[in-house]
């Protein structure tokens, strides 16, 4: 698969504050809005920058859409609790200075910027009015928070009243970008898969690891923009219709153009082997296709994105690939391309710097299985504390 370059667009003094990673329409792990789209309705999506500015501007995607997105209306707010907003801060956005407007198929576009003060860490709400069927969205599958849909034009409403429809997935929203206010370090793109995304995470609390390494980054006096392009079941070397282009294909896109971004944090790879295991035990739809994929190839995919990153000025941090026994992802060949996986990780020289989450976030008795305390249940995603542990693990200096 061809990947998509960087969305063409000036990022000039713009530092990216909140991203997600764009998906194809799919039926994913749970019922979403995406295949059918939209039509005379209203969309609202609530985010958490992780750096705040005076100025503020929002990314839309139909990067995977075969027409036109029509937009007939598009607002954006400090958020008010659940679909609320509040009231002074509510802005219309433009592009162009024009409130309808389209973003072309295969593409993204940037608003205008509006005046519009977050202090970071707080949540922001960006209502979408489309009124002409949209076809089918490009969207996020896991957001891991909830978006409000509703009946009609309500883009400025404040009170929330009206968006009675929920969904766990975000819909063509894909950044927010800020300027003005503090000056901060070179922003982090986290690039990883469902323990990047948040899998099995609190909903609605911003527990994941990205998340969490952001308000750690706070707390220490040294705020960054820390960006989760994170899409659960991702692969370093297989494109999947339900799980994301493959890693290496997606990265010039998703991590290269990203504005003020300074160091990308890759963790990948446990999909790859993994799923090759689910192949031969029990076929699950939405893990195809069932490619086999051997340790070297990981290898060779990491290298390629260490190589992108390098050529376009990016610090890289590489992380090791934590276990899953004793999951169906588990098996004794697994195990043995996950220790050839982070034996090379650790000890290649590779990478600038490494963060070891395998031996962080492994059971001490049992170095192949994760730490009860930080297991969600099945044996592969974390708990909330989990999560937390992971930003602990990263050595702050190591992000350059």
Known sequence: MISLPPPARSTRGWSAAWTTAPQRPGTGFVSNWSERGFAHQTIRQIVRPTIGGD?????????????????????????????????????????????????????????????????????????????????????????????YR???????????????????????????????GPEHAAGI??????????TASTPDADRRFPDALAERLAAAGRPRAVLNQGIGGNRVTVDSAWLGDRATSRFRRDVLGQPGAGTVVILLGINDIGISEVAKASPFPVFAPYTEVRADEVITG???????????????VGATVMPAGPSVFSTA????????????????????????????????????????????GDHLHLNDAGYRAMAQAVDLDALG
Not at 90 to 97: Q, S
Not at 153 to 178: I, M, N, R
Not at 189 to 198: A, E, I, K
Request: hydrophobic residues 40%.
């Open 55 to 147: 100025t503020i501007r929002v990314r839309l995607s139909n990067v995977y859409g075969t027409a036109p997105l029509t937009v007939a209306g598009a607002t954006i707010a400090l958020g008010a609790g659940g679909a609320a907003v509040q009231v002074d801060t509510l802005r219309h956005l433009t592009v162009d200075g024009e409130r309808t407007f389209n973003v072309a198929p295969g593409a993204e576009c940037a608003t205008d910027p509006v005046p519009l003060t977050t202090a970071g860490l707080e949540p922001v709400a960006v209502t979408l009015y489309l009124a002409a069927p949209t076809g089918p969205a490009t969207y996020h599958a896991q957001a891991m928070a909830t978006s």
């Open 150 to 180: 509703c009946e009609g034009d309500h883009q400025a409403d404040t009170d929330g009243g009206a968006f009675t429809e929920t969904s766990q997935s975000w819909y063509h929203l894909s950044g927010l970008d800020v300027r003005g």
């Open 189 to 198: 793109v986290v690039f990883g898969d469902s323990l990047t995304d948040g």
């Open 302 to 316: 990491h290298l390629d994105m260490i190589r992108q990153a390098r050529t376009a000025g990016l610090r890289v």
């Open 333 to 376: 060949s697994s195990e043995a391309k996950r220790t050839a996986i982070n034996t090379w990780i650790r000890t290649s020289g590779a990478y600038d710097a490494v963060i070891d989450l395998d031996r962080a976030l492994a059971s001490p008795a049992h170095p192949d299985r994760l730490d009860p305390a930080f297991d969600s």
